[in-house]
């Protein structure tokens, strides 16, 4: 009896978490995209205290979707924000942008080696990027700085149009 009940127990467990793949496969939301969700609604609360920690990989996606999900684009996802404060990392760079109020930010480190190989990937590619030195201890590599919050997210949404691997970019407001 006691071997039935807990064969029994072993198969309802088994079939719960089953149950729940199953429920994020036809959802077709992968964990990057719940998390992603998660923070435009922060950013859309406008509750800078809550913010999840702000995204720097892009996430594969799939070759092909099903005709029945309408495929997000990734220039048109919602754009994560995040205010905090910050110093520059080269005083050449503060004056170039000190008066800026929004950073696009492509990129986020917490060790210096890797911001500095990725900045110069950035450079290479024809940006003018600039590392900004976070209150959090990481650093975040900017590309361009903004007084006017649309020309800011007209910014990033041309990023993510004209390069998708940066389809994670996002903006610093300075606190």
Known sequence: MMRKVIALSLIVLGASFTSC???KKLSGKSKK???TNTEE??????NSNYFAA???TTAKQPASRPATS???TTSSRKISMRAEKFT????SDENKN???KFFVIVGSFGQRDNADRFKQQLAAQGFKPFILLSETGNLRICINSYFSENAARSRVMQIRTDYPKYADAWLL???
Do not use: H, R, V, Y
Request: overall charge negative; proline content about 7%; cysteine-free.
């Open 70 to 72: 309408p495929a997000k």
């Open 98 to 100: 000190s008066s800026g």
């Open 21 to 23: 793949n199953s429920l």
């Open 41 to 46: 609604l922060t950013a859309q609360d406008g």
């Open 173 to 175: 407001i300075k606190n």
């Open 33 to 35: 995209q719940e998390t």
């Open 88 to 91: 520059f990392d080269q005083k």
């Open 54 to 56: 702000e995204p720097t």
